[in-house]
C-alpha cells in the first residue's frame, strides 16, 4: 500500500520536472560518466599494481596524457553535474509554489475557514523547500549510486573468486533490507514533524498578528503557554526523528566496517593461497569504497526521501483540495448586470457543520436601484446571505437570481465583478495608495485613481502625503486611521463600479468624526446602485426601502423602518435597547 502510495506522489511530482526532463536526463547521464569514470579509475589502478614491472616510460607517459587529458574533461563533468541539479530544483519548486498559489486562490471560503494563515503560509513556503532536495540531489543521486553499485557488482563477480564477492554482495543486500525497513517510519515522522511546524507557525501568525490585542491584555505570557504547549510537541516529534536517524546511521557505519573487515581476512587467506595479488586487494579496497560511498549516501538519501515525500504529501493534500463553488461548464457571460436580486427558498448550513442549519427557507426579492437593510441579532445570518450572494459558499437548498439568472449559472467572474463589498474590517495591503485603489480595477489610469479617491473623501488626506497616491502606506494600512483605510476600501469600489454594492456596516467601528465622512462617501457610492446593508447600528437605517430582520436564520419582520418601529416585534426591541445604550454612554 504505502509503494501504491510513493508511486502517486512521485506522479504528481513528474508534472513539476516533465519540461525539465531534458535537464534531468543530461545530469542523470553525466552522472552515470562520472561513476563510470570512478570505476574505470579502480581497474586501471588495479592493472597498473599487478604489472607495474612491465611498464616502460614510454606507455608511462602516454598514460599520463590520457589522465590529464580526461581531467579537463572531467572539470566540465563535475560543474555540470553539481550545476544541473540547481537549476532543476529551482525551477520545479518555482513551478510548484506559483501553481499551489494560483490553486489556493480558487479554493472557496470554506478550506480558508479549516485553515490557519500560517498554516498555509508553511506549505507554501517550509514543506516545498524541504521537497527541493527531491528534484536536485536525490534524482541525480539516486540514478548515481544505483548505477555505481549495479556496475561495481557485475565488475566483482566478473574479476573476483566467489568466495570474496559473495560476503560483499550480502553486505549490499543488508544494505537494501535496512532502507526498504527505515523508510517509511522516516516518511510517517516526517509528516508529523511538518504538520507540528504547521501548527506552530499558524499560532505564531495569529498571536503576532493580535499582538496588540494580548498586550493590552497583558496576556502574554498565557498565551505563550499555548505556543509553548505546541513547541513541545515539535520537539518530541523531532527528538524521535533523530532517533531514528541516529540508529539508521550506526547500523551503516557497522556494515561499512564488516565489509572492510571481511574483504581483509577473506583477502589475505586468498593471498596466501596464490588466488589474489597485493593489486587486487587494493583494487578491491578502491571497489568496495566506491560501493560503500555509494551504498551510505543511498541510505541516507532514503532519509531524505522519507522526508521530502512526507512534505510533498502534505503539499499535495492541498493541490488535491477542490473548491466546493465551481463554474459549469458553459456559465452565462454577461459584462454588467441591472441587479435585480431574488432569494427564493434558501437554505445553508456550512460544509465542515453540516448539522447546524444557518439560514431556513429564505425568500425575499430586492428591485434593481434599490436600498435594503438586514437588521437582527449577532449570528443570526445575516453576513451569510451577503456570502451567499457573491457565491463564497453555495446554498444547500434553494436558488439565488440576479436579473432572473441563477448565479450558479453566471460566470464567477461576471458575477463578483457587479458586486462590491465594503466590510467593516477593512482588508489593505502592503503597497502605494495607487496599488490599493487598482485593485478595483488594474488598468485605471491616475487620473481615474485620483477621482474614485475624492468621490470616497479620501483625497484630501491622501494629497497630503508625501508621495501623494504614490506613498506606501504599509501592511494592512497600519500608517493609517481606521476611517482613512475604510475610505480608501471605498474608493476601490468606486474604480470597481459595481451594479450590486454590500456595506457591511462600514461606519460602525469609527469615531463621529470619521464616521461623518465615510458616511458621505457611502451616500456618493450608493447613487444608482442596488444596495444590501448589514445593520449594526439601527439607526442607520433610516434612508433604505426596506428592512428584512433575521433571526434564526429566518426573516421575523420587513417593511420601513417606520412600519417596524410601530409594531411590537424584534427590530422594535433591538433598537430600542440601542438607544438606550447610547443615552446611558
Known amino acids: 500500500m504505502k509503494n501504491v502510495t510513493y508511486r502517486l506522489t512521485l506522479k504528481k511530482l513528474w508534472k513539476f520536472i516533465r519540461n525539465l526532463r531534458w535537464a534531468l536526463l543530461l545530469a542523470c547521464v553525466l552522472a552515470i560518466i562520472k561513476g563510470l569514470s570512478g570505476l574505470g579509475l579502480v581497474a586501471v589502478s588495479r592493472w597498473l599494481l599487478n604489472n607495474y614491472q612491465v611498464l616502460t616510460s614510454q606507455i608511462l607517459f602516454t598514460l599520463y596524457g590520457i589522465i590529464i587529458a580526461f581531467l579537463i574533461l572531467y572539470i566540465a563533468i563535475i560543474y555540470y553535474r553539481s550545476y544541473l541539479p540547481v537549476y532543476i530544483s529551482s525551477n520545479a519548486v518555482k513551478e510548484m509554489r506559483r501553481d499551489l498559489y494560483y490553486h489556493l486562490q480558487r479554493l472557496s471560503a470554506d478550506f480558508y475557514a479549516q485553515h490557519k494563515t500560517g498554516e498555509i503560509v508553511s506549505r507554501i513556503t517550509n514543506d516545498i523547500s524541504i521537497t527541493q532536495f527531491l528534484f536536485s540531489a536525490v534524482l541525480i543521486n539516486v540514478c548515481f549510486d544505483f548505477f555505481t553499485i549495479a556496475a561495481g557488482v557485475i565488475y566483482l563477480l566478473l574479476s573476483y573468486p566467489i568466495e570474496i564477492s559473495l560476503p560483499v554482495l550480502g ?3 543488508i544494505y537494501m533490507i535496512t532502507i526498504r525497513i527505515f523508510l517509511p517510519k522516516v516518511k510517517d515522522i516526517s509528516v508529523a514533524v511538518q ?3 504547521g501548527k506552530i507557525a499558524g499560532d505564531v ?4 498578528m493580535g499582538m496588540k490585542v494580548l498586550q493590552s491584555f497583558t496576556h502574554e505570557e498565557i498565551a505563550s503557554h499555548g505556543l509553548g504547549d505546541k513547541l513541545e510537541a515539535h520537539y518530541f516529534v523531532t527528538m524521535k526523528m533523530g532517533k531514528l536517524q541516529s540508529w539508521f546511521s550506526t547500523i551503516n557505519q557497522m556494515l561499512s566496517e564488516a565489509a572492510r573487515l571481511l574483504i581483509v581476512v577473506i583477502g589475505i587467506y586468498l593471498m596466501l593461497a596464490a588466488r589474489l595479488t597485493m593489486g587486487d586487494i587494493t583494487g578491491l579496497m578502491l571497489i568496495l569504497g566506491h560501493l ?6 543511498l541510505a541516507e538519501t532514503s532519509l531524505n526521501i522519507g522526508t521530502g515525500i512526507g512534505a510533498l504529501d502534505r503539499v499535495f493534500d492541498f493541490f488535491d483540495a477542490q473548491p466546493i463553488v465551481r463554474e459549469i461548464k458553459n456559465p452565462v457571460k454577461l459584462e454588467e448586470l441591472a441587479g435585480e436580486i431574488r432569494y427564493d427558498n434558501v437554505s445553508f448550513s456550512y460544509p465542515f457543520n453540516e448539522g447546524s442549519m444557518v439560514l431556513h427557507n429564505i425568500s425575499l426579492i430586492i428591485p434593481a436601484g434599490s436600498r435594503v437593510a438586514f437588521a437582527g441579532p449577532s449570528g443570526a445570518g445575516k453576513s451569510t446571505m451577503m456570502d451567499l450572494l457573491s457565491r463564497f459558499y453555495d446554498p444547500a437548498a434553494g436558488t439565488i437570481y440576479i436579473d432572473d439568472i441563477d448565479i450558479k449559472k453566471l460566470k464567477l467572474n461576471t458575477l463578483r465583478k457587479n458586486i462590491g463589498i465594503v466590510m467593516q474590517d477593512t482588508v489593505l495591503f502592503s503597497g502605494t495608495v495607487a496599488d490599493n485603489i487598482r485593485i478595483g480595477n488594474p488598468k485605471a489610469s491616475d487620473e481615474e485613481v485620483q477621482e474614485a479617491l475624492k468621490n470616497a473623501s479620501a483625497w484630501d488626506f491622501v494629497a497630503e502625503m508625501k508621495d501623494q497616491m504614490y506613498s506606501y502606506i504599509g501592511e494592512r494600512g497600519v500608517t493609517l486611521s481606521g476611517g482613512q483605510r475604510q475610505r480608501l476600501a471605498i474608493a ?10 454590500v456595506l457591511d456596516e462600514a461606519t460602525s467601528a469609527l469615531d463621529s468624526e470619521s464616521e461623518y465622512f465615510v458616511q458621505q462617501a457611502i451616500l456618493n457610492l450608493m447613487k444608482g446602485r442596488t444596495t444590501l446593508m448589514i445593520a449594526h447600528r439601527l439607526s442607520s437605517v433610516k434612508d433604505v426601502d426596506r428592512v428584512y430582520v433575521i433571526e434564526a ?5 420587513q417593511g420601513s423602518m417606520d412600519e417596524l418601529l410601530e409594531s411590537d416585534g424584534t427590530f422594535k426591541k433591538l433598537y430600542e435597547r440601542q438607544s438606550l445604550s447610547l443615552t446611558d454612554s
Open 171 to 173: 553486505v549490499c543486500v
Open 195 to 197: 504538520e507540528e511546524l
Open 205 to 208: 501568525s495569529e498571536k503576532v
Open 292 to 297: 560503500l560511498f555509494s551504498f551510505q549516501r
Open 492 to 501: 476601490r469600489i468606486f474604480l470597481k463600479n459595481p451594479r450590486i454594492l
Open 553 to 557: 436564520g429566518k426573516i421575523v419582520e
